[in-house]
């Protein structure tokens, strides 16, 4: 049984900072593409970025991108996702979800079978 337990939201004010975290269960979290979705209130769960298994390529939604950064501890079995330069437009619940095995994390959610219950982002102006 694979578990996804994500941690870090908050309130925090246009412009500032917040860190999540992705704590996950399993031996072979090395193995796995990652990736952090986010929906917010009245619309669709949308990608935000991934990371491939191997750490070495990452992907971003063109809302995020220079802003927010994905990274992976393999000995920690976790992923990050450092949020800088916090718009209005990043409240959401973000999501943290497990990719394919050996997989890039590329191709939305249908390449993710294990979805985290979610963090609260609020950011206000």
């Known amino acids: 049984q694979v578990q996804l337990v994500e941690s870090g939201g908050g309130l925090v004010q246009a412009g500032g900072s917040l860190r999540l975290s992705c704590a996950a269960s399993g031996r072979t979290f090395s193995n796995y593409a990652m990736g952090w979705f986010r929906q917010a209130p009245g619309k669709e769960r949308e990608f935000v970025a991934a990371i491939h298994w191997s750490g070495g390529t990452t992907y971003y939604a063109d809302s995020v991108k220079g802003r927010f950064t994905i990274s992976r501890d393999n000995a920690k079995n976790a992923v990050y996702l450092q949020m800088n330069s916090l718009k209005l437009e990043d409240t959401a619940v973000y999501y943290c979800?497990?990719?394919?095995?050996?997989?890039?994390?590329?191709?939305?959610?249908?390449?993710?079978?294990?979805w985290g219950q979610g963090t609260q982002v609020t950011v206000s102006a």
């Open positions: 979800a497990r990719g394919r095995q050996y997989g890039s994390g590329w191709g939305g959610e249908s390449v993710y079978a294990y």
